[in-house]
């Protein structure tokens, strides 16, 4: 048995909890929002992130996740702490944690995105702000809508990292009947990959709302990860992680999905909504609304191709129409698939 805290009562923070807690782990979940985390404690439910599944009575609901670290006596030593919390909020956690991390601990990262203000990946901003403070660093990456785990439905997941014993301890904690753990090392790729198919799932998004077809999306899909390879080719990441779970996988179930908030975001747009209006409406957060403007930043400073990107950001942000997507693709100059 292990003792987890979990940062993060979103959707996919509460499934994990619930998840690890019936793998036979003592699991201790922080949400920031007060009266969420009262609700969960109560009632043993999230209804505002993760409705209709209910949680195990054995489930330690904390309103203070540094008194779990502080107070090893009371709580145990913590061995894994999982961070559940969207890329943009991450930096301001991690500011406080620091103080707290004095011995090594396994950090798994579930969320997808690059920083905006630096456009550096999750695993950049942990070394940034942890410094030299003694940790493995984690990314559990791939097809998993939280909805779909919580109903135990068969799922598959990538737990990946440069330290390869860590990437088994985290493989060895979540797996289960329902949930399949592999192991890889290519976290650079992992990362790159879960944090561009978010951007990719809300072009496809857009497909959905204009009312195209399977014919629009599949091209859509398939040019945008062509672009996914340009990109990775900049970074000098392996093109066969974007072939994986975190990547080919991700992109299948996040491009296609009733559950993806991206893909969602995406069909608003293509109805004619705007950005902002559509994220004030939602309860959790488009990673890949956000990661779309450190994603552009990148693009235009490489001058790398990405047509496909770039529109989709001109489209959320500079106000163009949403048929600028489609123009984009189809009526660029006739040339071989694979040429640049």
Request: proline share 3%.
């Amino acid at each position: 048995m292990k003792n987890i805290l979990v940062i993060g009562g979103g959707s996919w923070g509460t499934c994990l909890s619930k998840l690890l807690v019936e793998n036979g782990h003592k699991v201790y979940l922080w949400e920031h929002n007060e009266e969420v985390r009262k609700v969960i404690r109560d009632t043993k439910e999230n209804p505002k992130f993760l409705p209709n599944i209910k949680l195990p009575d054995s489930l330690n609901v904390v309103d203070d996740y540094a008194d779990v670290l502080e107070n090893s006596e009371k709580y145990g030593k913590i061995d894994i702490l999982l961070l559940a919390t969207p890329t943009q909020f991450l930096r301001n956690i991690l500011k406080r944690l620091k103080n707290f991390l004095n011995y090594n601990i396994i950090l798994v990262n579930v969320a997808k995105g690059l920083e905006i203000a630096t456009k550096k990946r999750i695993s950049e901003i942990i070394a940034e702000e942890l410094g030299n403070k003694p940790y493995n660093y984690v990314l559990l990456a791939g097809p998993t809508h939280a909805e779909e785990v919580a109903q135990k439905l068969p799922s598959a997941i990538l737990s990946v990292s440069e330290n390869e014993e860590a990437a088994k301890t985290v493989q060895t904690t979540f797996s289960n009947l329902y949930f399949r753990v592999y192991t890889g090392t290519d976290l650079m790729g992992a990362e790159l990959a879960g944090a561009l198919k978010n951007c990719l799932a809300i072009a496809a998004g857009i497909a959905d709302g204009m009312g195209y077809g399977d014919n629009t999306k599949a091209a859509l899909i398939t040019r945008g990860i062509n672009e996914m390879f340009e990109i990775a080719k900049y970074y000098n990441a392996n093109p066969k992680t974007f072939m994986g779970l975190s990547g080919l996988g991700d992109i299948i179930v996040t491009c296609t999905s009733k559950h993806s908030r991206n893909r969602f975001v995406g069909e608003k747009l293509g109805q004619g909504e705007k950005i902002e209006d559509i994220v004030s409406h939602m309860n959790m957060v488009s990673e890949g609304a956000e990661t779309i403007k450190a994603l552009y930043k990148i693009i235009k400073e490489n001058n790398l191709k990405a047509p496909i990107f770039t529109a989709l950001y001109e489209v959320i942000y500079d106000g163009k129409p949403v048929s600028e997507l489609e123009s984009t693709f189809m009526s660029r100059d006739l040339k071989s698939e694979f040429s640049n």
